[in-house]
T-cell receptor
Framework: NAGVTQTPKFRILKIGQSMTLQCAQDMNHNYMYWYRQDPGMGLKLIYYSVGAGITDKGEVPNGYNVSRSTTEDFPLRLELAAPSQTSVYFC??????????????FGQGTRLTVV | GDSVTQMEGPVTLSEEAFLTINCTYTATGYPSLFWYVQYPGEGLQLLLKATKADDKGSNKGFEATYRKETTSFHLEKGSVQVSDSAVYFCALKGIETSGSRLTFGEGTQLTVNP
């Protein structure tokens, strides 16, 4: 029972480099999310998706892009990495049924450092 | 828009002490309310939830009651253990929020000493 799987767990990037954070879920959830967690700031929503082919911006989308070609996968792309993108990134998913009162399921996180 | 405010941390307690972490919210209508816990080096796990006014969520000795009149969802535990050391997040899902996304508080770091 894998749930939400994120890769990699850790990554160090140089300023200006690009990378893709992978997220996959095996629960057939329609809703998927990307959050970033900065110390003392809680979690901020970067992008979300309500189904394959549909994505939308959250609170802090600048510097990121997403795609949702399948129900299972929701990769997050960082272009031209900046030190301000140093953070812990969490992917999450929720089922469509009862979505208003159903919790989100989280991956283990990716700790990214931009130097 | 929706927002969640948690008590400022960190919180340090001795084992078997009583725990309260305050959480208040701003939202339209009747949101669903959640407490998540994050143990060191791990992702977030649901601790408990309540989906309507006066509901009480409970799990692992933790409790929280959905108080519409005070827009609060305070987390309590009667006797904490060292293993409860973690970061606790209060969160809500607003009924009118697109994408049914969670809005989180800042998190409260709890350390329990033996």
């Amino acid at each position: 029972n894998a749930g939400v799987t994120q890769t990699p767990k850790f990554r160090i990037l140089k300023i200006g480099q690009s990378m893709t954070l992978q997220c996959a879920q095996d629960m057939n959830h329609n809703y998927m999310y990307w959050y970033r967690q900065d110390p003392g700031m809680g979690l901020k929503l970067i992008y979300y998706s309500v189904g394959a082919g549909i994505t939308d911006k959250g609170e802090v989308p600048n510097g990121y892009n997403v795609s949702r070609s399948t129900t299972e996968d929701f990769p997050l792309r960082l272009e031209l990495a900046a030190p301000s993108q140093t953070s812990v990134y969490f992917c999450a998913s929720s089922p469509r049924e009862g979505v208003w009162n159903t919790e989100a399921f989280f991956g283990q996180g990716t700790r990214l450092t931009v130097v | 828009g929706d927002s969640v405010t948690q008590m400022e941390g960190p919180v340090t307690l001795s084992e078997e002490a009583f725990l309260t972490i305050n959480c208040t919210y701003t939202a339209t209508g009747y949101p669903s309310l959640f407490w998540y816990v994050q143990y060191p080096g791990e992702g977030l796990q649901l601790l408990l939830k309540a989906t309507k006014a006066d509901d009480k969520g409970s799990n692992k000795g933790f409790e929280a009651t959905y108080r519409k009149e005070t827009t609060s969802f305070h987390l309590e535990k009667g006797s904490v253990q060292v293993s409860d050391s973690a970061v606790y997040f209060c969160a809500l899902k607003g009924i009118e929020t697109s994408g049914s996304r969670l809005t989180f508080g800042e998190g409260t770091q709890l350390t329990v000493n033996p």
